[in-house]
């Protein structure tokens, strides 16, 4: 089961929320509704920890945080026309260290 799962997977080049509702229903035998329940709880906290300018940790993956940008001059490079971007608010990631040994070692 798992190699099916880990298989489905790896044939994406990028994850979707649907194939984290997929990865809980083959892996932990959830139904449907269970499944998107849980992932719509994850991810409606993620948020809101954001949203309130939270860190948002999850341990061995990483840190992701709000940070403020200020505002800055930027400039459209097929006409040059100069102009001000606004200050935002962003998303930063930084992975951990053991997330980041992960990724790099070799396949086993």
């Known amino acids: 089961m798992f190699f099916a799962l880990s298989t489905f997977l790896f044939l994406k080049k990028s994850m979707i929320k649907e194939d984290f509702i997929r990865s809980l229903i083959i892996k932990y035998n959830f139904n449907r509704a269970e499944a998107q329940k849980i992932v719509a709880v994850f991810f409606d906290c993620f948020r809101e920890g954001l949203k309130q300018e939270r860190k948002v940790m999850i341990m061995d993956f990483g ?9 800055r001059t930027g400039r459209n490079p ?3 026309e100069v102009y001000e971007i606004p200050p935002r608010l962003s998303v930063t990631f930084k992975s951990a260290k053991s997330y980041k040994k992960f990724l790099n070692r070799e396949n086993d």
């Open 78 to 80: 097929s006409s040059g």
């Open 63 to 71: 840190l992701f945080h709000v940070l403020q940008k200020k505002q």
